[in-house]
């Protein structure tokens, strides 16, 4: 059985395919058409999925999208008139948008695919979300919690999976309780990714890694905007916000009285004299103010996911969480909540975001309804677009693009190893690309973790992205330990996914990934999921007693992780990359 999984209209579209209940391709609409975030109708990653798989729309069971379209639209009207006139001018903009396209995605997928509309489904927002955790985890029982913006109505979604490997019949997802539109811990943050000069949906990261730099002292104010119950409900006080009648502001001037002026994109807010990453005393202020806030929301957040959490042990009684919805890609949070719940187990999956919820409504469909048995779990993210040996070095012919090989992986790796080592940048781009927001070494931008300059020079020569967010590391499973404080979380949930920062216990042998808290987002590399870049590490392990590489991102800023030779070799023309590795093909400066 085909079941193709859809999310679009929002942001981060997506489509997977999911054969007799396994995920076969995933991806990203934003891989193909270039454009971050993308948000539109799924066509080139629709198109990747059938032809990767070799079959055609009519070969396709169900098309299921992730959301329920005419209940969303319902909250939006609702929203509207209870906040009416201030919100005539959100009305005329979002219903032209409805009106035109959103509530007419069933005819858009019957129209595009070809096929009749007894075949396309809708599941609910966040039972997408729950299933794209529960049915991708190795649980057969476990509590969910999934926590975005908004879905349909719901922010905040607790409940729990049940499940068999052995029989079919036996897979629930039941939903326990829910906090609605407009109480939303997901649009609380966004609310100060924007104040923080952010753009939403896309800097949230970023109010992350600013938060690192400062101390948690507005929480006091925070609360005055969230009223956070010791069981984890909540309501925020509407009066300081603006979104649920603006299309253009997210606060307001009560908001602003509050923390004071917002930040302006692109505004400085940490660097000294020596453009060192210290909180300058040197008429800074507003810096120091600015990273206080960011670190007040972090810390709230924390705190309410870690009551929610607690809650949710409490009424289910169950070892296992899976975490769902665009906030459990707070890794700084998802660290907490690991070490703060009694959860002996936790799993999230890589695309924890809205692009996922393609893939749970396709779970959904193929455990729920369907009701068929488990046989599947997701250990690695290598779902997305690969290229052969011949696609590439076509492409490098037909482009005149020298380039050189090596006969055998082993010496390839000596190169590049030798390369990082002499503190060159690699760009390296092998095998499936990632599913998920993060490079996991096949779209990576690799260097020298040991050099304190590093993250500078990456700054500098390619990403052009701001001086105080941290760079992370993919490290060996076997060496993890020694470098991390993982042994208490280890056992608990996979780490392979950069989902969760944790303590560095070497700081000083590898600056270049050690944020200013002293914490690290780490990506484990098991030899199982990834043996050729295991490899690629333990060839630099050997060469250096140090068994972990910086992993960035293969992208400029503001673009979406490369897809093809032709994205990487665009980066690697307008970046200060030195050598880019294309499969077997090696490109210099
Ligand atoms: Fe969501």
């Known amino acids: 059985m085909n079941i193709l999984g859809l999310s679009c209209y929002y942001h981060d579209s997506s489509a997977v395919l999911l054969k007799d209940g396994k995920i076969v391709a995933a991806s990203d609409e934003e891989r193909f058409s270039r454009i971050k975030h993308d948000s539109s109708f799924p066509e080139n990653a629709i198109e990747f999925c059938l032809n990767y798989t070799n079959i055609t729309s009519k070969d396709l069971d169900y098309v299921v999208f992730h959301e329920k379209p005419f209940i969303k639209f319902e909250r939006i009207i609702k929203s509207v008139l209870v906040t009416y006139p201030k919100s005539a001018k959100l009305f005329s903009d979002l219903s032209k948008n409805w009106l035109k396209e959103k509530l007419w995605i069933k005819l858009k997928i019957s129209e595009f695919l070809n096929i009749p509309e007894d075949r396309i489904l809708f599941s609910k927002h966040h039972l997408s979300h729950a299933a794209s955790s529960f049915f991708c985890s190795p649980f057969k029982e476990a509590a969910f919690l999934t926590i975005d913006g908004v879905g349909e109505w719901a922010t905040t979604t607790l409940g729990v999976g049940k499940s068999n490997f052995e029989e079919d019949n036996k897979n629930n997802l039941t939903i326990l309780k829910t906090i609605d539109f407009p109480h939303s811990i997901g649009l609380l943050y966004s609310v100060f990714t924007a104040f923080l000069g952010f753009k939403v949906n896309n800097g949230e990261y970023k109010v992350m890694g600013m938060s690192a730099y400062g101390k948690p002292n507005y929480q006091d104010k925070i609360y005055k905007l969230i009223d956070l119950n010791k069981d984890g409900s909540f309501k925020l006080n509407m009066k300081y916000f603006s979104y649920h009648y603006s299309t253009k502001y997210s606060f307001n001037n009560n908001f602003i009285k509050l923390f004071g002026k917002p930040r302006e994109k692109d505004q400085k807010f940490i660097l000294n004299k020596n453009n060192e990453e210290t909180i300058s005393d040197i008429g800074m202020e507003d810096g120091k103010r600015f990273a206080d806030i960011a670190a007040s929301i972090q810390r709230v957040t924390e705190d309410a996911l870690i009551k929610i959490a607690n809650h949710l042990h409490a009424i289910t009684n169950q070892d296992n969480l899976c975490l769902a919805g ?253 050598i880019l590795v294309l499969e077997d093909y090696v490109l210099e400066k």
């Open 326 to 578: 665009g906030v459990s890609l707070n890794c700084v949070a998802n660290y907490k909540i690991l070490k703060n719940t009694p959860f002996k187990n936790i799993y999230i999956q890589p695309a924890a975001g809205d692009s996922g919820a393609a893939l749970g409504a396709a779970l959904y469909v193929w455990h729920c309804l369907e009701k068929n048995r488990r046989r599947y779990i997701l250990t690695d993210a290598y779902l997305g677009k690969k290229y052969t040996a011949e696609e590439i070095e076509k492409f490098l012919k037909e482009n005149n693009i020298n380039y050189k090989t090596y006969e055998k992986e082993a010496e390839l790796f000596n190169y590049i190893t030798d390369a990082i080592i002499e503190q060159k940048i690699v760009g390296y781009f092998r095998g499936k690309s990632e599913w998920g927001p993060r490079a996991l070494g096949n779209r990576s931008i690799l260097a020298d973790p040991r050099n304190i300059k590093m993250k500078q020079v990456l700054n500098e020569k390619i990403k052009f992205r701001e001086s105080f967010r941290p760079f992370a590391p993919s490290v060996l499973a076997e060496k993890a330990d020694d470098f991390f404080d993982i042994k208490s979380i280890s056992e608990k949930t996979p780490l392979q996914f950069m989902l969760y920062t944790v303590p560095v216990k070497k700081k000083e042998l590898i600056p270049a990934v050690t944020h200013i808290n002293g914490m690290s987002r780490i990506q484990i590399v098991n030899k199982n999921s990834n043996p050729s870049y295991y490899s690629l590490i333990e060839n630099f392990y050997s060469k250096t007693s140090i068994p972990l590489l910086i992993n960035t991102s293969l992208n400029l800023k503001g673009e979406p992780i490369a897809n093809s030779p032709k994205d990487a070799y665009s980066i690697f023309k307008k970046s200060g990359l030195d």
